[in-house]
């Protein structure tokens, strides 16, 4: 992650989060680059929410239903690249407003001029509107 992905990240972060606690929604490959990032610079993330029945293990990854109207105890770092409006519905029916409540960490990413991935695949250029 570049330092000027990063810092937009903190921005979001630092102006909304209000020291509640922080769940990441997602525990595949990308949350524990996201754990990282939150844990260096906000402190420890709660716990991981997944809708896989699968990574569910009742402490550490718990099913998204464990984070309804908690809004104001919570505040969310989605770390999936795929299933957008999915996450977001989502997120809304459970009592959640983007920025406020939850970022939507490749969102902001891929604002920026440049992406790089966890493996060094890079795609240069403003992707603001891009479905990737």
């Known amino acids: 992650m570049k330092d000027s992905q ?12 209000n020291n509640r606690k922080i769940v990441v929604w997602g525990a595949g490959n990308n949350s ?9 610079n906000f402190g420890e993330v709660t716990y991981f929410v997944d809708k896989d029945p699968a990574k569910e293990n009742g402490t550490t990854i718990c ?12 505040y969310v770092c989605v770390s999936i690249s795929k299933y957008y409006n999915e996450i977001e519905r989502e997120l809304s029916m459970l009592g959640y407003r983007k920025n406020e409540d939850y970022c939507y ?28």
Request: hydrophobic share 35%; with cysteine.
């Open 6 to 17: 990063l810092q937009k990240i903190k921005e979001i972060v630092s102006t909304f989060y």
């Open 32 to 40: 524990r680059q996201v754990q990282e990032m939150v844990e260096e």
């Open 63 to 74: 099913n998204v239903e464990k984070i309804k109207d908690m809004a104001e105890e919570l």
């Open 105 to 132: 960490l490749p969102e902001l990413i891929c604002n920026a001029e440049q992406y790089e991935d966890y493996y060094g695949n890079k795609i240069i250029g403003n992707l603001k509107d891009a479905n990737i």
